[in-house]
């Protein structure tokens, strides 16, 4: 079992910017590819952003192109998402996956998920 906790979360207002973060407990975290996603109320959840075990290429959703970024610290097995120019729209509560498969969008592609955390962006 890959244990995973997001923290970071909170209330921005419009272009401003947040840091959400991911500690992952239990099994080898350096061998995961992590995913970000997230859920707003009464609709699906959806893909964000995604890294590779070593920290090399990254999958991204286009609404999020230019603004957010993902990166990872083996060392302290935790994966981040930086936040910035953010929305209304990007209101949502957000979660991150390990997937022992290639990076993907497709959620079904991921093993393990945290708890999720609540951003909200508003004025």
């Known amino acids: 079992q890959l244990y995973l906790v997001e923290s970071g979360g909170g209330l921005v207002q419009p272009g401003g910017s947040l840091r959400l973060s991911c500690a992952a407990s239990g099994l080898t975290f350096s061998i995961y590819n992590m995913g970000w996603f997230r859920q707003a109320p009464g609709k699906e959840r959806e893909f964000v952003l995604g890294?590779?075990?070593?920290?090399?290429?990254?999958l991204y959703a286009d609404s999020v192109k230019g603004r957010f970024t993902i990166s990872r610290d083996n060392a302290k097995n935790t994966v981040y998402l930086q936040m910035n120019s953010l929305k209304p729209e990007d209101t949502a509560t957000y979660y991150c996956?390990?997937?022992?498969?290639?990076?993907?969008?497709?959620?079904?592609?991921?093993?393990?998920w945290g708890q999720g955390t609540q951003v909200t962006v508003s004025s």
């Open positions: 890294i590779r075990s070593s920290g090399g290429s990254t």
């Open positions: 996956a390990a997937s022992a498969g290639h990076t993907s969008s497709r959620a079904s592609e991921y093993r393990y």
